[in-house]
């Protein structure tokens, strides 16, 4: 794997380059560790002052942290985020081991019921390779899965709600029906309301997980799910493979639903690059966009 942006000379690689002129990062040619991915995709510290004892306290102004919500897709060359109904078609040795770094840096994973049924998800797993830099954030051993619905309408005797390491969250509306929220909580699964009517509201979905104290938060769609995400203004990093395939056909784009007044803007702000596939990594800008 090799990064094209920025440039290993100005990018904070933990070994310096020694001789003068241009330098290839050592990792160049090689695939990465998975701790030389996981520095790569370390989360921003995000902070908010917060004061202690609002309600007439004594206590003092601390620093709380910001949820941060980070997608994850991978694209055809032509634009298709799935061919046949799934992503896998579309990805590589390279891209699958990011994605399992991505779930191994997150606090919740969030992802839309039909890509729980398309896709087959099962509960995040512990990873030993990750287990003393998730304890030393303050992490539980593995992510929590958390599945957006309305109707609510799972299988919940599966195992992402049987028998995941933690609690799977299942976000919903207050009005959502009953009876399936106390289905899903027999499973097992930690019902969490985003929204007064059934549908869940995607602008209250990071700081409802906030609340639930997840802060670092990783969406992997499907394209519904995101399109809406980055509607509400909260879709605050991209993180897209480009895969050097083509499918043609009608697959949906990465994101699905109804287009923006105005283009929203992200910063490019990581390339890498193996085997032809692209990784890029996008912020939302917070300035004005750039003419």
Not at 11 to 19: G, I, K, N
Not at 83 to 109: E, K, N, T
Not at 119 to 129: K, L, V
Not at 188 to 215: F, Q
Request: glycine share 12%; charged share 20%; proline share 9%.
């Amino acid at each position: 794997m090799r990064r094209l942006f920025p440039p290993f000379e100005y990018s904070a690689a933990p070994t310096a380059p020694t001789a003068p002129g241009p330098q290839e990062s050592p990792s160049a040619g090689r695939p990465w560790t998975l701790e030389e991915i996981a520095d790569a995709y370390a989360y921003p510290v995000t902070t908010t002052t917060a004061a202690a004892g609002k309600a007439g306290g004594t206590g003092g102004a601390g620093q709380a942290p910001q949820p941060w919500l980070r997608g994850n897709m991978v694209a055809s060359l032509d634009g298709a985020a799935h061919h046949g109904g799934r992503s896998q078609p579309l990805s590589s040795d390279a891209d699958m081991r990011i994605f399992g770094v991505l779930r191994a840096l997150a606090d919740a994973v969030v992802v839309g019921a039909e890509t729980v049924r398309r896709e087959g998800y099962r509960p995040a797993r512990r990873r030993e390779a990750f287990a003393a830099r998730r304890e030393a954030a303050g992490q539980g051993p593995a992510p929590a899965i958390a599945v957006v619905s309305a109707s609510l309408d799972l299988d919940f005797s599966l195992p992402l709600f049987t028998e995941p390491s933690v609690p799977t969250l299942v976000l919903t509306g207050a009005a959502a029906p009953a009876g399936r929220q106390e289905a899903a909580r027999g499973a097992g699964a930690v019902v969490v309301h985003a929204g007064e009517g059934a549908e869940v509201d995607p602008a209250r979905v990071p700081g409802v997980l906030a609340g639930h104290g997840h802060t670092r938060l990783l969406t992997e769609g499907g394209p519904r799910l995101l399109g809406r995400f980055a509607a509400a203004g909260v879709l605050d990093e991209l993180c897209l493979t480009v895969s050097p395939r083509i499918t043609a056909g009608d697959a949906a784009r990465i994101l699905d639903g109804p287009g923006f007044e105005t283009p929203v803007e992200y910063e490019l702000t990581s390339l890498l690059e193996e085997d032809g596939f692209l990784f890029s990594r996008y912020r939302r800008s917070r300035g004005p966009a750039r003419k």
